[in-house]
Every structure is written in structure tokens, then in C-alpha cells.
């Protein structure tokens, strides 16, 4: 049976012409919109923005997710380093 330990998993981002990407390694998907998508990877969380944007599949089991639309940049955050201070998880990761 395959191992699904989430720390044996590599993180690997795949990105065709800014309208699709396809991403390993994502532990939870925290949120998403049209505009961002915010998930929790094995490299810390990233935060993906851009517009008319769509989870076109996730496999969390597999730790895969696709994103359809037009990617405008992708920013990681160490959630070892957000420290531990009252405010909400976003505030910690980007503020």
C-alpha cells in the first residue's frame, strides 16, 4: 500500500502559459475564489492570485491539485515563521 505520510511528498509546481498549473505536494486547500487561492503545501503555504480562476481538480490523497484561469503570481509563506501572536491564520502568513 502506498504511503500517504504527507512529508514524503515533493512539491512540484507545473505552469503552462499563465492559464493552468498543475501543483504536487498540497497538504489542504484553505480557501479559494476568483481571484485567490490559498493552499497549504509541503514548501509552506502559497498563495496564488490572479484572475477568473478555478480548482479544476483536486486530489488531496495524491496531493495534486489544477488551477484553470489567468495566473498573475504565486507567493510562499513559512508558516514555521508566522509566529504564534493573536490574529487570523492570514494575518500571520502575509501580514
Excluded: P
Excluded at 23 to 31: A, C, E, H, P, R
Excluded at 38 to 49: A, F, S
Amino acid at each position: 500500500m502506498e504511503d500517504l505520510n504527507s512529508s514524503s511528498r515533493m512539491h512540484k509546481v507545473t505552469m503552462t502559459n499563465r492559464k493552468s498549473c498543475l501543483i504536487n505536494g498540497v497538504n489542504d486547500v484553505l480557501s479559494f475564489d476568483i481571484h485567490e487561492i490559498l493552499l497549504e503545501t509541503e514548501q509552506g503555504m502559497l498563495m496564488i492570485k490572479g484572475d477568473d480562476l478555478h480548482v479544476s481538480r483536486l486530489s488531496l490523497e495524491k496531493g495534486e491539485v489544477d488551477i484553470d484561469g489567468k495566473i498573475d503570481s504565486f507567493t510562499y509563506s513559512d508558516v514555521a515563521n508566522a509566529g504564534h501572536k493573536g490574529g487570523s491564520l492570514l494575518s500571520k502568513l502575509f501580514g
